[in-house]
């Protein structure tokens, strides 16, 4: 057990402290799963409540902090997440004694409020998990570094898995929208209806798209591709500074060769560039998942190691984890594709 110097902990409202948005703006470890209009988005459409432990009293600038959601879930328990369904949530901490305490604070609370577990999502390989937590799961996390000329980036892509296809869209036509109005948020949930079907995943309900929407504003985009006014391809990228996040997308599989998510892509690249961004996030793979891996290193994406840690160590591999599973192989493989999207209304709140 790692010991660290006395400090006081404080508990904060995201949502609420002025200072949270001074944090995220000039923090180098924040992004936009840090902020309010992810967190509202998150808490109308599930319900999680937004956390922050900081060692910065009320009167003083806030310097350092570590996000959370409680999740609470009379099916599958109530938790300290950091953060549901982000790929990753950086601790703004800087000072490994500062975190160190922050974690014995959030883990002192656990206990108190009898929560099953405290998670924490982060890439960065410099903090100190040893203080009772334990890996559960790594991800591979990929990131494009959008500083190069356009020309050095598209020479870097594969020519067979990016620049061919993006070559097949301009010939097949395909027109190209994007905003975030409700007409393309029902295409994008079309597709996405689409792709988690063949994968026999629950999509998320429609209500967190619009919801994004809504609390996100310009810092989320969608973007479609259609052939003769049908969608064949759709994506949904976040910003926030000088980063764009990829984190959703769906097609149908029946216009797959035409290219279209390549080209979003390209046009996402093209656009990033155009207003100043310096990186495009990929988001998360599971480490099995070759394919989609294979996917993003065809765009030259850098790879690096995505760690869940969860404290107490007895958890990391909770029987939770082991139905969810069971169900992603067995149970909704066994539901017909209209009981997949009523199971996700249901679900997704109990699995942040």
Not at 31 to 60: D, I, K, M, N
Not at 66 to 77: D, I, K, Q, Y
Request: proline share 5%; glycine share 8%; with cysteine.
């Amino acid at each position: 057990m790692s010991t660290y110097p006395s400090m006081s902990v404080y508990t904060i409202d995201p949502l609420q402290d002025d200072r949270w948005p001074e944090l995220i703006a000039r923090h180098p470890k924040a992004s936009v799963f840090h902020t309010r209009g992810w967190l509202r988005a998150l808490q109308t459409t599930y319900g999680y409540e937004p956390v922050a432990f900081t060692t910065s009293p009320a009167s003083q600038e806030l310097t350092n902090a570590v996000l959370f959601c409680v999740v609470r879930s009379w099916l599958t328990g109530d938790r300290l997440v950091s953060l549901p369904f982000s790929d990753h949530c950086e601790p703004l901490v800087d000072d490994i004694g500062e975190f160190g305490t922050i974690c014995v604070y959030a883990e002192s609370l656990r206990k108190h409020e009898r929560w099953r577990y405290v998670e924490i999502r982060s890439s960065d390989s410099l903090l100190d998990y040893r203080n009772g937590f334990s890996e559960a799961k790594t991800y591979c996390l990929h990131q494009l570094d959008l500083r190069p000329s356009l020309d050095t980036l598209q020479k870097g892509f594969s020519k067979k898995g990016v620049q061919h296809r993006i070559g097949r869209a301009v010939r097949e036509s395909l027109s190209y929208e994007v905003g975030r109005s409700e007409s393309l948020i029902q295409q994008l949930f079309a597709l996405l209806k689409l792709t988690r079907a063949r994968h026999r995943i629950p999509p998320q309900p429609i209500e967190w798209f619009r919801n994004l929407a809504t609390c996100m504003g310009d810092d989320m985009c969608i973007r479609i591709a259609s052939k003769a006014g049908r969608p064949v391809a759709g994506i949904l990228t976040l910003r926030h500074g000088k980063k764009i996040v990829y984190k959703y997308s769906g097609s149908d599989t029946r216009y797959n060769n035409f290219g279209g998510t390549p080209m979003l892509l390209w046009h996402v690249i093209r656009e990033a560039k155009a207003i100043g961004a310096e990186g495009f996030d990929f988001g998360r793979s599971d480490i099995d998942n070759s394919g989609l891996i294979a996917f993003k290193e065809h765009w030259s994406a850098a790879s690096s190691t995505l760690t869940t840690w969860r404290c107490p160590a007895a958890t990391a591999s909770s029987s939770f984890d082991q139905v969810k599973g069971w169900l992603a192989k067995e149970g909704f493989a066994r539901l017909p594709n209209s009981a997949l999207t009523l199971a996700g209304r249901l679900l997704y709140r109990h699995i942040g």
